[in-house]
Every structure is written in structure tokens, then in C-alpha cells.
């Protein structure tokens, strides 16, 4: 049984559920970011009045024009479903019918340009596509038509895939070295009459790419709400054409359609455009420096250990300014990342962490929204974590 007043205290105690220091900065797995005090009061303020859902949503599409230079806006249960009912929208229009046949739609554009996706193998060793959160934008049933290959992309390629079926493009918002750029991405596909989704789930910060993508001509823009915005985790925002968001409303909750199962509360639209503004109004050079601060903290506390490496990374491999702290036991003690990160998950506190894109041996650590003390309990658990170690070594 439980207590409810214990519950309202501490409802992850009560509930017997372990807490973390979350080092991954919005990870999904640990339950995104926190909110801001702003957007939990205006939560709780929200959930107090019942009100017309399509009223505000039309209201919080305004706020979202504003901040993405869009002509309209709508918040759905999070990135992949607003990646999900914007294809949908690119497939029906404003056709009733067509959203009644999805996801085995007939007689319309299904063909969808993206990126080549990567290959993992199966059990039994079987080579499968991973479509990861693209997923979502095939669940409307839609087809990919895949292009380029290890993440780059030539202009050549890119316009070769273009055929009478294709019914919109799908693109990442981040290109790396050497890749296409997005503006061409964009224009390209509007040169065949082509709209362009810009999947910008963790594109935040820099707070530019609020309306980078609106700006470049992009048709559709998908935020997530609980990460760099720092919203409620199962919120998502979709930016674009009047015309498409129309579409978007049309087949969302509270209306029927393929998206109603994307429905998110009136409680989450109203703290998801709160952390909205919040997050925007914020001066951005405050915002990096402190995310500085906090890396070099951390950083500057490591490097007391003995036989360890640490160093910090400006920018990660996409080239997004999310500073963090790389850190690893010299090689010849066979300390490995993995290691470390199942003794951090696993300890009082627990702490979650990333591992190394390419090192085995080293460990990520991104503190930026985490508190002064927090950070102190990360230093002071690597610190025993290393020294047993090589005690025992």
C-alpha cells in the first residue's frame, strides 16, 4: 500500500525506484532533463482549469511561430511523434479520406529521401537497416529511399534519388564535414517540388537553430521538449507551413486520426511553452559560459587522480557546442569505459554517464545542468571508483 503523503514527498522513494545524478545531460533513458521552476509552477497552475484543447494548442502554435520563425506550431508526445504525425500530414494533406487509410495509404506520393541509414546485425547474426528514430516517420508508411554513405552525402546523389513518387525528404539537422549542406538539402528537393522535415530532436543549443531550419526554407521543423529546451519529456514540438500544421491538427488529438496517439496533456502544452520561453529568453552567452564553468569544474577535480586522463571536448561529433569531460584510466591498468560507467550506474549515488563514440576506454561525462554539489559527488565517486581499482589491479 502506499502513502500517499510519503508519495508526494518522494514519490521515486515510495516507489522504491533508484534516483540519479543524470551526467548524460537529457538522455531519454534517464528521464530527460529537469524542468525549471517556471514551467513546474505553470504545470501546476495549468492543472487546476479545464479548457477547449484546440483552443491551446492554436494558442501555443503562436508561441511557437514566434520562436521559430514559423507560420504556425502544435506540441505532440514528443520528437518521434511529431517526426510521425508531420509525415502523415505530407501524406494526406488536408484529405480526410487519406487519413483514414494510413498507415496502407494508396494512391499518393510514399517515397521518402533520407540519409543512409546504419546496419546492425541481429542474434543470429542477420544484417538489418536501423532506422532508429526514423522509425517513426516509416510507421505512417512511407518507404526510404536511401542516400550517401558513412553520414556523407554528394550533391550528385542527393538529386539522382528524385523520382514522381517521392513524397518528402527526412533529413537530420546537423551535417558533418564534407556532407551536403542542409540549405542545399532544402532548396534541391523544393527544385522537385519536394518538402523538406527536419528532424531537430537534440539540435538545442544554440538557440539559432530555433529558427536556423524555418530560415533555410525547411517545410517542417521536429523539436524535442525535453531536452535542450528543457521541457517536459514527453513533449515534442513541430514547427512549418500553415498548411501542414493544419494537416497536423486535423488527424491529432483531440480530434481522431493517426496521431491522436501522440496526444500530450494540457498540462505538458502549457510547461512546454513556458520552457519555451524561458529557454529562449535566456542570453546565450550566459547560458555557454556557465555550461563552461561547470565542464571545467569537474574537469579541474579529476585531474587530482593518478593515473587517469581527462580532458574536455567544445564541441561534440556533430559539432554541437555541448561541452564535455572526457575522462579514462591510463590503458596498461585495464580499467575499461565500461567499467566505469556499470560502477557509476551501479553506486550511492548513481550516476549516469555516456560512453566514448570511438574509445572504448573512456567515458563522457556532461554536466552542464547539473548542480555545483552533484558535480562534487561525480568527482568523489570516480575518485574511489579509481582507487579500488587499482588497489585491486
Known sequence: MIDLEKFEKDPYG??????FINATCHWTMFGGTLLP??????????????????????????????????????????????????????LTGDDKA????????????????????????????????????????????????????????TREEYERAFNENTALVYWIGYSPRGDIDIKEVIDIAHDHGTPVLIDASNSLPPRENLHRFIDLGADLVCYSGGKGLQGPQGAGIIAGNADIIRSVRMQSAP????????????????????SL???????EEDRMTEHHRKTLMLADMLKNISRVNVSIADYDISQRPYPTVHFSVEKEHNVNGEFLI????????????????????????????????????????????????????
Open 14 to 19: 515510495a516507489l522504491n525506484v533508484k534516483k
Open 37 to 90: 521552476e517556471v514551467s513546474v509552477r505553470s504545470m501546476m497552475a495549468a492543472s487546476q482549469y479545464s479548457v477547449d484543447m484546440l483552443e491551446l494548442q492554436r494558442a501555443a502554435g503562436k508561441i511557437i511561430a514566434q520562436y521559430t520563425h514559423s507560420e504556425d506550431g502544435f506540441i505532440v508526445s514528443g520528437c518521434a511523434a511529431a517526426m510521425m504525425v508531420g509525415t502523415a500530414a505530407f
Open 98 to 153: 487519406k487519413m483514414e487509410q494510413l498507415p496502407t495509404i494508396t494512391g499518393t506520393k510514399t517515397k521518402c529521401i533520407s540519409k543512409r541509414f546504419s546496419r546492425s546485425k541481429n542474434a543470429n547474426g542477420q544484417e538489418y537497416v536501423d532506422h532508429s528514430y526514423a522509425l517513426a516517420v516509416q510507421s505512417v508508411g512511407v518507404t526510404f529511399k536511401e542516400v550517401g554513405h558513412n553520414d556523407i552525402v
Open 255 to 274: 480530434n481522431h486520426g493517426i496521431g491522436r496517439v501522440c496526444k500530450v496533456s494540457k498540462e505538458e502544452i502549457v510547461a512546454q511553452i513556458s
Open 277 to 283: 520561453v524561458w529557454w529562449a529568453e535566456q542570453d
Open 342 to 393: 556499470r560502477e557509476l550506474h551501479d553506486g550511492d549515488p548513481a550516476i549516469a554517464v555516456m560512453k566514448h563514440q570511438s574509445d572504448e576506454n573512456t567515458i563522457r561525462i556532461d554536466v552542464r545542468l547539473l548542480e555545483n554539489e552533484q558535480i562534487e559527488s561525480i568527482s568523489n565517486r570516480l575518485h574511489q571508483i579509481v582507487k579500488n581499482s587499482l588497489q585491486h589491479a
